[in-house]
Nanobody, 123 residues
Framework: QVQLLESGGGLVQAGGSLRLSCAAS????????MGWFRQAPGKDREFVAA????????AYADSVKGRFTISRDNAKRTMYLQMNSLKPEDTAVYYC????????????????WGQGTQVTVSS
């Protein structure tokens, strides 16, 4: 069992930055892949970024590549998403999730989810 709690969302102007955090409790933190997904109103949940157990291997959606950076601190049991050069189209609820296996960019691969944190980017 894993419990996840996101924080760090908010309202920011286009071009600004935010840093999301995802704190985990329960099962040993370093044993699973972690990912960020987002869901905008009226749209499907989409993959944003993922990071493997070691914290070395990462992956990003094309829409955020070069602007977002995913990282994790296994000692603190926390994952982060540094979001720079934010755009209005980044507005969504952002969710963190854990996966034991499967394709990292597919939401069905993830078995535990946080409640989400709202990110709103104004133009």
């Amino acid at each position: 069992q894993v419990q996840l709690l996101e924080s760090g969302g908010g309202l920011v102007q286009a071009g600004g930055s935010l840093r999301l955090s995802c704190a985990a409790s329960g099962r040993t933190f370093s044993t699973y892949t972690m990912g960020w997904f987002r869901q905008a109103p009226g749209k499907d949940r989409e993959f944003v970024a993922a990071i493997r157990r070691s914290g070395i291997t990462t992956a990003y959606a094309d829409s955020v590549k070069g602007r977002f950076t995913i990282s994790r601190d296994n000692a603190k049991r926390t994952m982060y998403l540094q979001m720079n050069s934010l755009k209005p189209e980044d507005t969504a609820v952002y969710y963190c999730a854990t996966a034991d296996s499967g394709d990292y960019y597919v939401s069905l691969s993830y078995n535990y989810w946080g409640q989400g944190t709202q990110v709103t980017v104004s133009s």
